[in-house]
Antibody, heavy 122, light 106 residues
Framework: EVQLVESGGGLVQRGGSLRLSCAAS????????MNWVRQAPGKGLEWISF????????YHADSVKGRFTITRDNAKNSLYLQMNSLRDEDTAVYYC???????????????WGQGTLVTVSS | SYELTQPPSVSVSPGQTARITCSGD??????AYWYQQKAGQAPVVVIH???KRPSGIPERFSGSSSGTMATLTISGAQVEDEADYYC?????????FGGGTKLTVL
């Protein structure tokens, strides 16, 4: 059974840093691209970061570029998100998602964790 | 970057057909996908590649795409279909979600 379990969320001061982790199990982690998606309280979904299976390709949304860094450790079946210079608008539930490549131009998130809440306060 | 636009809300009575639209300039050349998110839960994909339904998703869910608009149709909506629905698409360097549509079935 595929499982994605996020951890590391919590309360952090504005301008502070936090590192999220996602422990993956039930599939060959090193074969899949991975992403982080977030959802502010009462708001919609926002994709923020992508990392390829090997870690060689990384993309970030403009809203977090230069502040957040996605990494992975395939030996530990783990995905990470280093978040620096946190702002009030970064308050959200952060989901770890597996990227399914279904052929051609088809990519979507087929498995999601339950999310970890990050609260940025002054 | 690009945007996907959805209506904020759609309301139908049980048994009626619900249609949720998603518009975006990228849709003529990229697939649309649809996610369902019920309160307090992680999203679940209900349609991928414009019109394909994953196993386990009821047949009343269908999708279509033409030009700059994709549509999620729920034929004979049930009370349990009440949820937020998000369209989603991709490009070479990122992914984007629509703003979401709250479907009310009552």
């Amino acid at each position: 059974e595929v499982q994605l379990v996020e951890s590391g969320g919590g309360l952090v001061q504005r301008g502070g840093s936090l590192r999220l982790s996602c422990a993956a199990s039930g599939f060959t982690f090193s074969s899949y691209n991975m992403n982080w998606v977030r959802q502010a309280p009462g708001k919609g979904l926002e994709w923020i970061s992508f990392i390829s299976s090997s870690g060689s390709s990384i993309y970030h949304a403009d809203s977090v570029k230069g502040r957040f860094t996605i990494t992975r450790d395939n030996a530990k079946n783990s995905l990470y998100l280093q978040m620096n210079s946190l702002r009030d608008e970064d308050t959200a539930v952060y989901y770890c998602t597996r990227d399914l490549y279904c052929g051609g131009d088809c990519y979507y998130f087929d498995y999601w964790g339950q999310g970890t809440l990050v609260t940025v306060s002054s | 970057s690009y945007e996907l636009t959805q209506p904020p809300s759609v309301s139908v009575s049980p048994g009626q057909t619900a249609r949720i639209t998603c518009s975006g300039d990228v849709l003529p050349r990229k697939y649309a996908y649809w996610y369902q998110q019920k309160a307090g839960q992680a999203p679940v994909v209900v349609i991928h590649e414009d019109s394909k339904r994953p196993s386990g998703i009821p047949e009343r869910f269908s999708g279509s795409s033409s030009g700059t608009m994709a549509t999620l149709t729920i034929s004979g909506a049930q009370v349990e279909d009440e949820a937020d629905y998000y369209c989603y698409s991709t490009d070479s360097t990122g992914r984007v979600f629509g703003g979401g549509t709250k479907l009310t079935v009552l």
